[in-house]
């Protein structure tokens, strides 16, 4: 069973209808995979929600997955790999993924070449 640390892209992308997303929330949903959420993801689909269905379609399909929470050992890991004018929340997000030993599911390019080697990527599109 793999880990994965869902980025934002791919929720919205499944709420949104985009079939490329599916397999892998599917694959959470009934158990077959591993999905897990970091705070930040949270915070950014509140940010995204559109109208009150979306907003409680977001809140159903997250309580599917485990939510980590922002600790002392993963912003002391974010501290360390953060480089200058790269997005803290990237930073923050991309070490949950290294404290979990998850692989990072995303459809973001920039956050691969941002943070290279420090975590395991799978581009679902």
Do not use: H
């Not at 915070?43 to 159903?60: C, H």
């Not at 790269?86 to 973001?108: E, H």
């Amino acid at each position: 069973m793999t880990k994965f640390l869902f980025d934002t892209n791919v929720l919205l992308d499944y709420l949104r209808g985009d079939p490329k997303a599916a397999p892998y929330v599917e694959a959470v949903l009934d158990g077959s995979e591993e999905g897990y959420l970091s705070v930040i993801t949270l915070f950014e689909l509140g940010r995204a929600i559109r109208d009150s269905k979306e907003e409680l379609m977001i809140d159903a399909l997250t309580s599917k997955f485990e939510i980590v929470p922002l600790t002392s050992d993963i912003a002391t890991l974010a501290r360390g790999i953060v480089k200058q004018n790269l997005p803290a929340a990237d930073a923050l997000f991309v070490a949950t993924a290294m404290k979990l030993g998850a692989t990072i599911l995303t459809a973001d390019i920039a956050l691969q070449s941002e943070f290279g080697s420090l975590a395991s990527y799978a581009d679902y599109r």
